[in-house]
């Protein structure tokens, strides 16, 4: 169980690493494109470094999107790990609670079987 808890722990760390990197390039092109505005110039292809910049930034985060997906998804399936071993360490528990413990049923009967051999002993 420690170590689904250590795996949950480390994609929740790396989800939201990579959702601070995108949010940081999404603030880039924002400023980007702010600047772009401040010119009067329209973001355009024909903008030259600006536009080879700007694009590189959306492509970035069009992959940084996809890798937040699958870190989501990663996250889930780790969660779901964690969920089934606390489920199957849970089930023997309750199992033994609805059950009585196995050596107070063996001390009864050995209690039972010297009960009834005093009887017979004695004649009761």
């Given at each position: 169980?420690?170590?689904?808890?250590?795996?949950?722990?480390?994609?929740?760390?790396?989800?939201?690493?990579?959702?601070?990197?995108?949010?940081?390039?999404?603030?880039?092109?924002?400023?980007?494109?702010?600047?772009?505005?401040?010119?009067?110039?329209?973001?355009?292809?024909?903008?030259?470094?600006?536009?080879?910049?700007r694009?590189?930034?959306?492509?970035?985060i069009?992959?940084?999107?996809?890798?937040?997906?699958?870190?989501?998804?990663?996250?889930?399936?780790?969660?779901?790990?964690?969920?089934?071993v606390?489920?199957?360490?849970?089930?023997?528990?309750?199992?033994?609670?609805?059950?009585?413990?196995?050596?107070?049923?063996?001390?009864?009967?050995?209690?039972?079987?010297?009960?009834?051999?005093?009887?017979?002993?004695?004649?009761?």
């Open positions: 169980m420690r170590v689904q808890r250590w795996v949950l722990d480390e994609r929740r760390q790396q989800l939201g690493e990579t959702e601070t990197f995108a949010d940081k390039l999404r603030g880039e092109l924002a400023a980007l494109d702010r600047h772009l505005a401040g010119e009067g110039l329209p973001s355009t292809p024909a903008q030259g470094p600006v536009a080879v910049r694009t590189k930034l959306c492509a970035t069009a992959g940084l999107e996809r890798e937040i997906e699958q870190a989501r998804e990663e996250l889930r399936e780790a969660y779901e790990a964690l969920e089934s606390q489920q199957a360490q849970e089930s023997p528990a309750v199992a033994k609670r609805s059950r009585p413990p196995r050596r107070a049923d063996v001390s009864a009967q050995k209690q039972d079987v010297g009960l009834y051999r005093r009887r017979r002993v004695v004649g009761d």
